[in-house]
């Protein structure tokens, strides 16, 4: 996940912002959802939504062996269901926990690649999903997982007065660099570039950003066909509305929640998330476990000391409340707000 580009000085930049105002142009419009008519499902390899939209689906499982749980997995930006390929074959073989995750929508092998959809619609879609999942797995414990933008979209969900039916969420990375952490001239090069080049693409090529210090993972996602390489403007204001709306829900998530961070991320900034994890503290989340791996990147499921979260996220679900076998959680969380923020 990438917001940044090429920018020009800021006394530009300023008199630019006040030339876009006078236009009064519009700012994109995301592509939403259809008419909410029929019970969500999901068919072989396909999850069709409550507006009749159909979205692959990759699962990990076992045909013989019932779940000990299962995990409903959200792909971050750009990215798509087979992000949680390694992971969820660790899961099944090792926990009998399994993995179903599908194509958001602009995503992977969805329609309309490389559009927005809302955040509305990515909620819907997580609340259809999960209704679905119970229907197939009656009394079996169901677990949200949402990486990076996926992580964003389930603090939405779950802040909201109408939860996905699950029995608790696990956030890795969560995308949380809100427009009021970002510096101010992002902010207004966001602006100007959504409400005038809302079509125009950008890479991040050249940036120096690194996501993970898996090499040979990086390097297979550069040749993933599916993984976007350039991103149009709108879907990254799409993306940083959906990061806004994330971090005021920080603190109003009510269901059980493992919040895991990493101390190198590069993606979402460390700033960011000591504001997530100090709006968490205030609103006295009790039922909510914070880890910080401290030779953690942003792709945390995919990181060479991935094994290692793979462990934390199974002994959270099978029993929360004893502590991380990585010790990630035993910081002083005080402490880490207060260097990073």
């Not at 979205?55 to 992000?83: C, M, Q, T």
């Not at 990086?218 to 993306?239: H, S």
Request: aromatic residues 10%; proline residues 6%; contains cysteine.
């Amino acid at each position: 996940m990438q917001l940044a580009f090429n920018l020009p000085r800021p006394a530009a930049l300023i008199a630019i912002v006040i030339a876009v105002a006078s236009l009064a142009g519009c700012a994109p419009t995301p592509k939403g959802t259809g008419q909410l008519s029929r019970e969500p499902e999901i068919r072989d390899s396909q999850f069709i939504a409550a507006d009749s939209v159909q979205l692959p689906v990759r699962i990990w499982n076992s045909k013989v062996i019932p779940p000990e749980a299962v995990i409903v997995a959200l792909h971050g930006f750009n990215d798509y269901s087979n992000a949680f390929d390694e992971a969820a074959r660790y899961w099944a073989e090792n926990y009998r926990i399994y993995t179903y995750a599908y194509d958001q929508r602009g995503f992977g092998d969805s329609a309309e690649r490389g559009s927005w959809a809302g955040t509305d619609a990515y909620v819907q879609d997580l609340r259809d999903f999960c209704q679905a999942m119970r229907k197939r797995f009656p009394g079996v414990p169901l677990y949200v997982l949402g990486s990076s933008m996926g992580g964003a979209i389930s603090m939405v969900a779950f802040a909201s007065d109408d939860p996905p039916d699950a029995d608790g969420v696990i956030l890795s990375a969560p995308a949380v660099w809100a427009r009021e952490t970002m510096p101010w001239y992002q902010r207004a090069a966001l602006f100007v570039g959504a409400h005038t080049i809302p079509w125009a693409s950008f890479t991040g090529k050249g940036l120096g950003v690194v996501a993970s210090d898996n090499r040979d993972m990086l390097i297979g996602l550069g040749r993933d066909p599916k993984v976007i390489k350039a991103t149009q403007v709108a879907a990254i204001y799409g993306l940083t509305n959906l990061m806004d709306s994330a971090l005021q829900s920080a603190g109003r998530v009510r269901a059980p929640s493992l919040v895991m961070v990493g101390e190198l991320d590069e993606i979402v900034p460390n700033h960011a998330s000591a504001e997530m994890l100090d709006r968490l503290q205030t609103a006295g989340a009790d039922n909510a476990t914070t880890a910080v791996y401290e030779q953690g990147w942003h792709m945390l499921l995919r990181d060479l000391q991935r094994q290692t979260v793979w462990d934390d996220v199974a002994s959270w679900i099978n029993s929360p409340e004893q502590a991380l076998p990585s010790g990630a959680a035993d910081f002083d969380a005080t402490a880490w707000i207060e260097k990073n923020r």
